[in-house]
């Protein structure tokens, strides 16, 4: 992603407070706790980068009382993220549903987060390659449902102290690397028959009126465009009022304190954006909060990208 021209450091500060306050506290920053802020910011700076300084800054936003009082929450780890995802929800013209769409359980997780996973999807609680994804789409996920392409992993081999990692799907696998079940199980009667549901739910949303945002996130890969474009083009014939986002995460730090994202490519209402968070995933939710809301708003936003 191209870095953005540098700003003042007077005015680089001053954006770093005011985002903070109206992201998390909803509200403006009175003017004279944004002169102390931005005077102890540059303090800070004399033992500091920017980034590091801009972390320490949204993390004791965060912890404050106000801030936890109004995204009711005890701590900035798991919080909830409905307050913060309000606003974007509020603005668009018409009521929208979210459904995740793979490929990592992060899409899942902070849909939940954000108050808007409203029922489980097949590919929620999954690790499985967007080529996977789109196969399911294109057989009504006649292969994911197949029980003899479903293989126990061992509990020897699954990583230590990872919850999850209970089943493989062995053709996908093969195919396009690792389809991890993680939290139900296909190989015992209570984990088919929910993703039975799951499948269920999705195929009948697919086909429903409403309109429906499906949110994927995926590690970019040299592919990541191509399988995105067919994934498009067949939801474009095939689903009514659906709106595929897919969010792929680049490697490597962005070059300012806020996590960056860009339109990568639009067909239809389709809409691919390449997302470089702050800090790595970690179980179903990114270290940094602000990972989160910028995946929310970022995806939400996608429809309205030109």
């Known amino acids: 992603m191209p870095a953005p021209d540098p700003l003042p450091l007077q005015e680089a500060l001053e954006a770093i407070v005011r985002g903070a306050h109206t992201s998390i506290l909803d509200r403006e920053v009175d003017p004279t706790w944004l002169t102390a802020f931005v005077n102890e910011l540059r303090t800070r700076l004399r033992k500091k980068n920017l980034p590091e300084v801009t972390g320490d800054f949204m993390k004791i936003i965060l912890g404050s009382e106000e801030a936890r009082n109004r995204l009711g929450i005890a701590g900035a780890a ?181 996590p960056e994202m860009e339109l990568a490519q639009a067909i239809g209402s389709h809409r691919l954006l390449r997302c470089r968070p702050l800090t790595p995933i970690q179980g179903i939710e990114f270290r940094d909060i602000l990972d989160d809301v910028v995946l929310l708003r970022g995806a939400l936003a996608a429809p309205q990208l030109r």
């Open 78 to 258: 798991g919080a909830p993220l409905q307050p913060v995802m309000a606003p974007a929800l509020n603005a668009r013209p018409a009521a929208l549903s979210v459904i995740g769409l793979g490929c990592l359980p992060v899409a899942a997780g902070a849909l939940r987060r954000g108050g808007l996973r409203r029922w489980a999807a097949p590919f929620d609680w999954m690790t499985i390659p967007a080529e996977a994804v789109r196969d399911c789409l294109v057989d009504d996920f006649a292969l994911l449902m197949a029980p003899h392409e479903h293989e126990e992993i061992p509990p020897e081999q699954r990583p230590p102290g990872a919850a999850g990692h209970l089943c493989r799907h062995l053709r996908f696998s093969q195919l396009y690397g690792p389809t991890i079940f993680h939290r139900h199980d296909p190989l015992t009667p209570e984990g088919y028959a929910a993703l039975e549901r799951a499948v269920l739910r999705l195929r009948e949303a697919l086909r429903a009126l409403h309109g429906k945002l499906l949110l994927q996130v995926v590690e970019e890969e040299d592919n990541t465009a191509e399988v995105f474009a067919e994934t498009a083009e067949f939801l474009e014939r095939s689903a009514r009022g659906a709106t595929l986002v897919t969010v792929a995460l680049v490697e490597g730090r962005p070059e300012g304190p806020f």
